[in-house]
């Protein structure tokens, strides 16, 4: 039996591995890069090879002068629930429809009149919403019935590479808790909720735990990617629940806020217990549960600002030189204020049509107000959430962050003084990778107890609130949901404008 674990990540921007050992020993890293395409406004697509790919590179170099009969299990997680569509061969079919695309706003509505949603809330733990899975499918029925057509097979990202891996078609429990298809509770498909959305329960594999092995490294992938043939594969995780286990988010009232591409926030506790303004999910743990919610943009925001708005190459140089230029404008940056709907948004708003805005915005604000706006943005959001949370008498135990943002002390601090806690941050904690490689460490028998995962979390800081910051951030806070309010009722009419054909 091997001694070591492999784990990775399909994240939204790259592939990230990485290999452990049994004694907290994070061996080796590694990444490779893919695209996140939107032909259209609120759209988000990738390309299922490309992460197939990266997948193939990154275990090359966590391998590179090691024998691949060390690896005693591997784990793969991922966005959830992006959509793969496979033909009856195995062939993907079309670009994965990503978690946070927006498009399907016609069909979101349709089944909001047409599914009575408190049955739905009951039985899933959530209201009909983007995210789901069944509008987005409906959405391509109508607008590529060619491709529905030949469709055979549906899954999400981490069960793609599962299947590249073993051959075996499967989901992981929760893609299938986040799709707004399954009764949470009884662990199975709902036959109304199938029928509303023109399903039928054969197009989705067997549904998996976490520590299930669900297959074994075949002999093409181990050409492909150097692994052993052989090497015993499990279900995977959702990447915010990996990164929730990574991050040591064991009791009830620890939080843990993602400085990914997305803006994940999630909360632990010890019973299935759904809230209407956030999702639910299986943690990897048995017995435990999280409720979380997901910003559509967070660090995607950061990098179209830097790209798109500045013209620069998205590296850490550019970054060191905006925290710089963030750091000398003062809390709630003169005014300016961003909604940071840029891909509409998912909680705790659920509005597919919801859009960016900079607000407050004048000839004395240079780009270290916008970027600093940005980040402030993003945290505002952060505090929405917990506002919901608290709202239902849930209190927060402690705040841990994690996730590529926290490398930046400026946005620590900001996290920090708006919420008014102490945040604890590991900056150069692999998250999801670590996560669910330790899940498969779990299910190969590397590991005996969960609590070994605190091994593995590498250094820690800690950002203490800032008392008279605070105070400004909440009159900047209060402006920032005042404005969402008000501008609500206009952003279907921008919505449409972006679907309109050019004039000619």
């Given amino acids: 039996m091997g001694h070591l674990v492999l784990g990775i990540d399909i994240g939204t921007t790259g592939v990230k591995g990485i290999l452990i050992g049994p004694g907290g020993e994070r061996l080796a890293e590694a990444t490779a890069s893919h695209d996140l395409h939107s032909p259209y406004p609120g759209w988000a697509e990738e390309e299922p090879a490309e992460w197939w790919q990266g997948v193939q590179a990154v275990c090359r170099q966590l391998l590179r002068g090691r024998n691949p009969r060390e690896i005693a299990a591997v784990g793969c997680s991922g966005m959830v629930p992006a959509l793969v569509l496979l033909d009856e061969k195995g062939q993907v079919l079309r670009p994965s429809i990503q978690q946070n695309d927006a498009r399907a706003v016609e069909e979101i509505e349709q089944l909001r009149r047409e599914l009575d949603q408190e049955r739905l809330f009951a039985i899933t733990g959530g209201y009909t919403n983007q995210q789901h899975v069944g509008p987005r499918l409906m959405w391509l029925q109508r607008h590529e019935p060619e491709v529905w057509r030949r469709t055979r097979w549906v899954m999400g990202s981490y069960d793609y590479i599962v299947y590249r891996l073993t051959g075996q078609r499967s989901l992981e429990i929760n893609w299938a808790v986040e799709s707004g298809l399954f009764n ?8 109304e909720l199938l029928q509303a959305s023109r399903l039928h329960p054969e197009l989705f594999p ?18 492909e990617t150097g692994l052993f043939p052989g090497t015993p594969v499990i279900a995977g995780s959702a990447d915010h629940v990996a990164s929730a286990l990574a991050a040591g988010l064991r009791e009830n009232g620890d939080l843990l806020i993602k400085f990914g591409a997305a803006g994940d926030i999630l909360y632990c506790l010890d019973r299935l217990e759904a809230h209407p303004q956030l999702y639910i999910d299986y943690h990897d743990i048995p017995g435990l549960y999280l409720l979380n919610g997901c910003m559509a943009a967070s660090g995607s925001l950061v990098k179209w600002f830097v790209t798109e708005v500045l013209g620069w190459e998205a590296s850490g140089e550019s970054y060191r030189r905006l925290d710089e230029d963030a750091s000398i404008v003062p809390p709630a940056s003169e005014g300016l204020i961003v909604l940071p709907y840029f891909l509409g948004e998912k909680t705790p708003i659920f509005d597919a049509q919801a859009r960016g805005l900079f607000f407050g915005l004048t000839l004395s604000h240079g780009r270290g107000h916008m970027f600093r706006a940005i980040l402030e943005a993003v945290i505002y959001g952060f505090q929405h959430h917990i506002e919901v949370l608290t709202a239902r008498g849930y209190t927060i135990r402690r705040v841990v962050a994690t996730d590529g943002g926290v490398r930046s002390g400026l946005w620590r601090q900001i996290a920090a003084d708006v919420l008014g806690m102490p945040v604890t941050s590991f900056p150069e904690h692999p998250g999801s ?4 490689a330790f899940v498969a460490g779990m299910a190969g028998g590397l590991f005996r107890d969960w609590a070994e995962i605190e091994a593995f979390a590498g250094q820690a800081l800690r950002n203490e609130p800032n008392l008279k910051a605070h105070a400004r951030y909440q009159e900047a806070y209060r402006l920032y949901r005042q404005l969402y309010e008000t501008l609500k009722p206009l952003f279907p009419q921008a919505a449409l404008l972006g679907q309109q054909p050019e004039a000619t």
């Fill in 184 to 191: 949470i509770y009884r662990r199975e498909w709902d036959a």
């Fill in 206 to 223: 067997p549904v998996h735990l976490p520590t299930e092995v669900v297959g074994e490294v075949t002999q093409a992938a181990a050409k």
């Fill in 433 to 436: 990778a670590l996560g669910v």
